[in-house]
Nanobody, 126 residues
Framework: EVQLVESGGGLVQAGGSLRLSCATS????????IGWFRQAPGKEREGVSA????????YYVDSVKDRFTISSDNTKNTVDLQMNNLKPEDTGVYYC???????????????????WGQGTQVTVSA
């Protein structure tokens, strides 16, 4: 059974940092890439970052480049999202998701993804 479980969310002041973790099970990183998405209140879910070990690639949406870093630990089957210099507009529920590789679509398109975690809340106060 495929499972993804997010952790690490919380409340932080603007300029602070959080590290999210996505614990995965039931599949291999050789077959799937992992993406992070977020959904702010009243807004659509948007792709934030993704990592593909097979393709040796990482992806970031422009709004988080140079602030967020995605990484994977293949021994623990986890994918982390280090978030620095957080801004109030980063507030939302953060989800990790898995998509089979090679992915011919966009890593920022939620409809490409096959499996999802339950989400973790990130709140950044001004």
């Amino acid at each position: 059974e495929v499972q993804l479980v997010e952790s690490g969310g919380g409340l932080v002041q603007a300029g602070g940092s959080l590290r999210l973790s996505c614990a995965t099970s039931g599949f291999s990183f050789d077959d799937y890439a992992i993406g992070w998405f977020r959904q702010a209140p009243g807004k659509e879910r948007e792709g934030v970052s993704a990592i593909s070990r097979v393709e040796d690639s990482t992806y970031y949406v422009d709004s988080v480049k140079d602030r967020f870093t995605i990484s994977s630990d293949n021994t623990k089957n986890t994918v982390d999202l280090q978030m620095n210099n957080l801004k109030p507009e980063d507030t939302g529920v953060y989800y990790c998701a898995a998509v089979r590789v090679p992915n011919i679509g966009s890593y920022f398109d939620e409809y490409e993804y096959d499996y999802w975690g339950q989400g973790t809340q990130v709140t950044v106060s001004a």
